[in-house]
């Protein structure tokens, strides 16, 4: 699952016109990447009925999840089980108000304030606790951010997050390998989730 790190992670908003990073917006791979793991192509694997039943379990989770107030990890598990692999809107405009977040995107404007860099920022890795939001965390856990600073007085965040499950990793003693089968007998689709702030002011 991903981490936030832009070098190793895995796992799980508006658009512009001209933008040179509206390939991430479309899902497309050019301005952020798309993280590999090690976990065999869609639809490659056999489906077997303890896949069927983890899969009719995470429907109720994902039920669950939205009666209890989870929006944000229900619908990125109901995305997953949908298994289009299309590319996922999350949103930003609560993601970008989280503290841990809202801290590493004043950092990056510092930055830019200081004259390290200018128009729009590099990516950036930041992680969710479930102490700040078990909601969140459980959506995304890390995502990648970047920001876009055209003046001095307004910026917009972009995040970009590969949703997945990684085979050996595990929370709570719950193998993932589990849910990542899901992926692999075509029974869910790993997918990009992406957002994007409109302009804030600074």
Known sequence: METGAIHGDSHIGGTGTADPGAAVMAGGPAAAPYLPNDNAPHATLPVRPTDRAVRAGCLVLARLWRLTGL?????????????????????????????????????????????????????????????TSLDWWLAVRGVQFRVERPNPDFYRVEFHKTWNFD????????????????????????????????????
């Open 167 to 202: 085979r050996g990793e595990s929370a709570f003693g719950i193998p993932f390998t589990l849910f990542a089968r899901l992926h692999e007998t075509g029974l869910a689709w790993e997918f990009v989730a992406v957002g994007r702030t409109g302009y804030l002011p600074r």
């Open 71 to 131: 929006r944000n990890a229900s619908g990125a598990l109901r995305h997953y089980l949908g298994g289009t692999g299309e590319t996922y809107r999350i949103d930003a405009s609560t993601l970008v108000a989280l503290p841990p977040v809202r801290a590493a995107v004043n950092t990056r404007l510092m930055e830019a304030e200081a004259g390290r860099w200018s128009h729009r920022d590099t990516w950036h890795g930041v992680t969710v606790t479930p102490a």
